[in-house]
Nanobody, 123 residues
Framework: QVQLVESGGGLVQAGGSLRLSCAAS????????MGWFRQAPGKEREFVAR????????NYAASVKGRFTISRDETKNTLYLQMNSLKPEDTAVYFC????????????????WGQGTQVTVSS
């Protein structure tokens, strides 16, 4: 089992920045690909970014590419999402997730999920 706990969410004005963290505990001896997803009120949970086990490969949703950066620190078992130039449409609950095997990147391929952290961007 792997436990994931997100932090770093909050209220920020449009154009501002936030850095989300996701601390992993439990069976972190196994290597996992990691991802960030978000869910706005009344909408489905959507992919934001993912990073490979080694950290050498990253992928982003078109809506955040160039503004968000995903990274991981294996020494701290922590995943990050640096969010810059935030827009009101980025408002959502952000979730981190861990996958033992990513094929298509679909949500169902992620084995473990955090509880989420709220990000609110005011205009």
């Amino acid at each position: 089992q792997v436990q994931l706990v997100e932090s770093g969410g909050g209220l920020v004005q449009a154009g501002g920045s936030l850095r989300l963290s996701c601390a992993a505990s439990g069976r972190t001896d196994s290597s996992y690909a990691m991802g960030w997803f978000r869910q706005a009120p009344g909408k489905e949970r959507e992919f934001v970014a993912r990073i490979s086990r080694s950290g050498s490969i990253t992928n982003y949703a078109a809506s955040v590419k160039g503004r968000f950066t995903i990274s991981r620190d294996e020494t701290k078992n922590t995943l990050y999402l640096q969010m810059n130039s935030l827009k009101p449409e980025d408002t959502a609950v952000y979730f981190c997730a861990a996958s033992s095997r990513i094929i298509t990147g679909a949500k169902r391929e992620y084995n473990y999920w955090g509880q989420g952290t709220q990000v609110t961007v005011s205009s």
